[in-house]
C-alpha cells in the first residue's frame, strides 16, 4: 500500500483514469478544429485534414472512456474483494504498453494522412472502421492488454474466494465486451458484412455491455457516495441488466436498415430499439429514491451531481434523442443526418462521459482525504458542471435544428436530390447552427479546463471543507 | 410503408416521438420527486405530462403514414410509460424497505 493507504491496484486506476482525462482534452480540441473546418473548409486543408482530425476527435473518445472505466474497475476491486490485485506488475506493464500504443497510433495518424487502401495499411496505419480505427497491430495490442486486464479482475476475485453480485455481473459483462471487440478485426471485401459486425462493436457496447459495465461502476460508486446497502445497488443491477439487454442486443437492427441485411430487421430493430428508452425512463425512479432517501447526504457533492447528470443525461441523449429517430419509417428520411451526431454527443457525453468524471472526483477524495473526514466540495466543480452541461446541450441543440432542416428539405421535400442536398446545406438552420456548434464547443472546452483544475486543486485546503458529522464518518 | 409521406407529416411523427419520451421523462421525475417529498402537488403536475405524453403518442398515430404494426407498438409502449413511474417506485421501495429491514436486524 501506498502512503494514502492506497492499493496498488488503485495506483493504476488513477493513472488510468489521469491518462483518460488527458485524451479527453485532446479529443475536445480535434472536436474544436473540425467543428471551425465545417464552416471555413481551408483551414489546414492538406495539413491536417477534416477527415483525420474526425478520425482522432471520434477514437480518442472511445479510448479515453475506456481508459477511464478500465481505471475505475481497478479503483474499486481492492474495495470489492478486500484484497490486492493479482498480477498487478502485470497489470502496470499492460498500461505503459497501451499508452505507449496509443501515442504510435496517434503519430502515424498525423504524418501519414494519406495511403492506399491495401493490407500494409490496414495493418500498420489504419484499420478503416469509424470508432475503432487502430491499426491491426494495435489491435493485436489492445486485445494482449485487455486479456492482462481480464486476468487481473478474475485472478483477484478467485483469490479472495469471495463473489459478489457487482462482480459476477461486471465479469460477464468484461468477456462479452472484450469478445465483442475481436468481430470488429476482420476485413471482409464485402462492405455489408463489414458493417454488419462492425455494428456489433459500436452498438452492443455502447447499447448493451458499457450501459451494463457503468451499471456496475455506477452501483460501486453509489455504495461510497452515497452509502446504499449493498442488496439494494445489487437488485436494482440484475432488473437493469435484464431490461438493457433485453431492449439493447435486438435494437442492434436499427443500424441494419439501409445497409443490405435482410428486410426483417425493418422490423426487428424498429420494435426492439422503440423499447430501448423505458429502462432509461425506470433508472430516473431509482436516482430519485436514492438521493431523497439519504437526503442528498453525501460524502462528495461533485462525484454526487455528476451521478444525477449520469441517470438525466442518458436519458436525454440515449433515451430522448435515440427514439426520435429509430423508427425505419423515420430513419429513412434521418439517417446520417447531422441528427445522428446530435444524438452521438448527448449520448456519449450523458452516459459515459458523466461516469468517468464521477468516478474521478471518487478517487482525487481518496488522496486528499482519505479518512473521509470531510465533505468533499468546491466551488469550481459548480462552475465545471454549469459549463459542460451548458456546451454540450448547446452544441446538441444546434446540431438538432440543423439534423431537422436536413431531414426536411434535403430528404422529405426535396427528394435527396443533389440540389435538394445543396438547398439544405445552405439553409440558415443548417448553416448558422455550424456556428453555434462551435461557439458552445468553446464554452464545453472552458468547462474542461475548470475540471482539470478543480480536479488538481480540491480539497486541498481543508479550511473550506465542512467536516462531516461524526455519526457519518463512514464504518468502513 | 406504402404510403406517401409529405414533410408536415415527418414533422409530426418526429416531433411528437421526441416530445412523448421527453414528457413520458418528466412525468416519472415528477412523480418521483412528490413522492419521495411526500408532496402532492408535484405527483398532480406528473400526471399532466403522463397526459402530455399519451397524447404525442397520439399525435405520432394521426399520420396514415405508418401501418398498424407500428401504431401498436407505439400505442403500447405510451401505455407502459403511463406506470413505469408507480411500478418502479413500488419495486424500489419494496427492496429499500426490505434491506433495510434486515440491516437493522443484524445490527441489533
Ligand atoms: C448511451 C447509449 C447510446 C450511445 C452512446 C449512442 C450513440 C450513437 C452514435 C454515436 C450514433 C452514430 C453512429 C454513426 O456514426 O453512424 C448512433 C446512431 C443511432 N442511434 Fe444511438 N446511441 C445510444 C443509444 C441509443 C438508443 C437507446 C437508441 C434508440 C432508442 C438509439 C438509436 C440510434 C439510431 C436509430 C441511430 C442511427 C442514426 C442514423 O441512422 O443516422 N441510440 N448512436
Ligand atoms: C469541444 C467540443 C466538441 C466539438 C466542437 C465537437 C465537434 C464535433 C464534430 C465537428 C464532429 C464531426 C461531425 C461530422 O462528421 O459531421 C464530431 C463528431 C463526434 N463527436 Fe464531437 N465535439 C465535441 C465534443 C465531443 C464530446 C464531449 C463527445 C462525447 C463524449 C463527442 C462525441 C462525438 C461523436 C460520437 C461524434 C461522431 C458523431 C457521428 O458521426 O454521428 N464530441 N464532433
Ligand atoms: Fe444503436
Redesign the pocket.
Known sequence: MTKQGLYESQKLGLWYMVAGLILFGAQNLFGLLIAYQYINPDFLFGLLDFNIGRILHINAMVVWLLLGFIGAIYWFLPIETGRETVGIKLGKLAFFVLVAAVTVVVLVYLFIQIGPGNQISLWFINEGR??IEAPRWADIGIVVVVLIFLYNVIATVIASKRLTGIMGVLIVDLVALAGLYLAGMFYTVNISVDQYFWWWV?HLW??AT??VLIGCIMALSLMYVLKTPRKIVEGWLYLEVFLVFGT?IL?LG??Y?WIGTPEYWLGIGGFF??L??LP?VAMIIHAIYDAGAHKLRTVNRPALFWIFAQAFG?FF???VW??M??LPQI?MY????Q???S??HM??F???VATNIAVAYIMVQKLRDPEEKYVFDSKLWKWAYVLMIIGIVGMVGALMVAGFAQTEIERAVGGSGWQAYIDAQLHPWMAEAMWWRLGFGFIFFIGYILLIIDLLTIGKNKEELEVLPEAEVSHA | MHNLLTGSDLLIIMLSGFFMILFAGAYTLLYGLGKITKKSKYIKISYIFAIAQFTAALMMITPDFLDPFWKYIIMFSACAYLFIPQGMWWVVHTSHTYWERQENNKDV
Open positions: 469509424e470508432y459500436i455502447v447499447e458499457w450501459e439493447g435494437g436499427h443500424h436498415f430499439s422503440a430501448e428508452p432509461l442518458n441523449g440515449a433515451g435515440g427514439f429517430q429509430t430513419n434521418s439517417h446520417g443526418t441528427l445522428a451526431a444524438h452521438g449520448a456519449f450523458g452516459a459515459y
